[in-house]
């Protein structure tokens, strides 16, 4: 049942793609808005019990559904599975967006793909030239893969029905709604839901990490994660873009020429830097992870029913 509800839901993502905004950003901004407008004194315990409210409690009513509709007709477990895996992932939303700039930097409409990358990214890069597009695109394409599809997969595999899905992708969100608060002096709000987040991202990282290692330069890949990652602001990203970077053998990470700034950060991976070529590796890389992903779960579902 668990590789039947993954490929039904990712057909039907391919096929049809979710209206993300509609049925996922915009019920959890409102939830967010809601919950901080209601709770949040400065204090960082209440931003602890919003947390609860708005990721736990799904997380807990998604196993009691999943157990009583197994226990009523497994195929409606299997349906509910399938109903919250496709909303889980929402990839399309963002391939879309690197598609479009892959297609203008191959037209040399730069302009055009910097407006799509800050509306992508957010941000301004009004004077960042094409290879930094490029660089830009990858690392949020090599993040948008293991958070949208990737991540999904263990979390899948090691809770009861779908709560894993409802965990991370409503602790993912909320993390991000609530990166501080919106007012001066009420800035600890989002505290725990960032860290919580990234305890729950910290094991689903490192499995994508492996497998884009695997999938592609396997020692340079671990030489980067090695050395490299924990150079990264963000450590849990530090690790996928590391790995990915080291896999496709591009340089990710160094300064970004923004509009009017310049933004220092480290370099990631090794070998030549960024371009339009290499955004289409990095999309080999992300298709070749998903096929090791099914195959793995393929096998891991032989084994047990052999098992029997």
Request: glycine residues 10%; neutral net charge; contains cysteine.
């Amino acid at each position: 049942m668990t590789l039947l509800s993954l490929l039904v839901a990712i057909l039907l993502e391919q096929i049809r793609p979710l209206p993300w905004r509609r049925f996922v950003e915009e019920p959890t901004e409102a939830l967010a808005g809601f919950l901080e407008d209601r709770l949040n004194d400065g204090q960082a315990r209440h931003g602890t019990i919003a947390w609860c409210v708005a990721v736990l409690l799904p997380t807990l009513a998604s196993v009691l559904i999943y157990a009583v509709l197994f226990l009523w007709q497994p195929i409606a477990a299997v349906i509910f599975n399938v109903l919250v895996l496709y909303l889980g992932f929402g990839y399309r939303q963002h391939s879309h967006f690197y598609g479009r700039i892959h297609a203008s930097l191959r037209a040399q409409e730069i302009d055009r793909a910097r407006n799509l990358l800050s509306d992508w990214r957010g941000g301004r890069y009004d004077r960042t030239p094409p290879s930094e597009l490029a660089r830009l695109s990858i690392e949020k394409g090599l993040v948008v893969g293991h958070r949208q599809v990737f991540a999904l997969f263990p979390m899948f595999l090691l809770f009861p029905g779908p709560s894993g899905v409802v965990l991370y992708r409503l602790s993912e969100r909320f993390a991000h709604l609530w990166p501080e608060g919106r007012e001066p002096g009420f800035t600890e709000f989002g505290r725990f839901a960032r860290n919580a987040f990234t305890v729950i991202d910290w094991l689903p990282a490192r499995i994508t990490a492996v497998a884009f290692s695997i999938m592609g330069d396997f020692e340079d890949a671990i030489y980067c994660w090695r050395t490299q990652a924990a150079l990264w602001s963000d450590k849990v990203e530090g690790v996928l873009l590391a790995a990915g970077a080291g896999a496709i053998g591009v340089r990710l990470g160094n300064p970004v020429h923004g509009a009017g700034e310049v933004i220092e950060r480290p370099e990631l991976g090794t070998g030549d830097d960024a371009d339009v070529d290499f955004m289409y590796s990095a999309v080999g890389l992300i298709r070749r992870t998903l096929v090791l992903f099914l195959v793995v779960i393929l096998m891991v579902g032989i084994a047990g029913w052999a098992g029997r």
